[in-house]
């Protein structure tokens, strides 16, 4: 069962799936008139591009002998 997890490395802290390569991008600046409207449209945003996302399109390298 995938999971939406937060990544961070040394160049990019994001969004992104437990079982495969996709990495949320947001569309652009937050939408909203106030804080908690910009960040529920956010999160809003996040949550629908997660939940429709193919595993099997972005599948995960594997190592040789894995």
């Not at 106030?34 to 399109?57: G, I, P, W």
Request: with cysteine; glycine share 6%; proline share 8%.
């Amino acid at each position: 069962m995938r999971k939406m997890l937060w990544f961070t490395s040394a160049d990019r802290e994001s969004w992104g799936c437990s079982e495969c390569t996709w990495v949320f991008h947001p569309s652009g600046p937050p939408i909203g008139d106030s804080l908690d409207e910009m960040k529920k449209n956010y999160e809003n945003q996040r949550d629908k591009e997660f939940a429709t996302h193919v595993c099997a399109q972005q599948p995960k390298s594997r190592r040789p002998g894995s």
